[in-house]
């Protein structure tokens, strides 16, 4: 079992910048690719950005360019560094490991991200 933990939201201006934190333990050897999902009311969880155990990333659109996804050596916590911040990125972030061998994915409890206009 994989359990992730959040830390790193909280109230920025537009422009601003947040990191976002989370950090696995338990089973952290099981864990593939890892990456960043967000919701905000009303709407669908999406996927923000993701990272694989080789280091490759891919984003959405809508934050490439402002968004960076990255892992530390041990590959058992991710962060997602947030520029540029809009108010279009208020949402609850959530991390999410996707483990190997047909096991299921882990999900942190989420972290608020407000930007005020």
Known sequence: QVQ???SGGGLVQAGGSLRLS???????FTINTMGWYRQAPGKQRELVAAIGS???SNYADS???RFTISRDGAKNTVYLQMNSLKPEDTA???CN???????SNSWGQGTQVTVSS
């Open 54 to 56: 080789a280091g490759s």
């Open 92 to 94: 609850v972030y959530y």
């Open 4 to 6: 992730l933990v959040e």
């Open 22 to 28: 989370c950090a696995a333990s338990g089973n952290t």
């Open 97 to 103: 490991a996707q483990r190997i061998g047909g096991l």
């Open 63 to 65: 934050v490439k360019g």
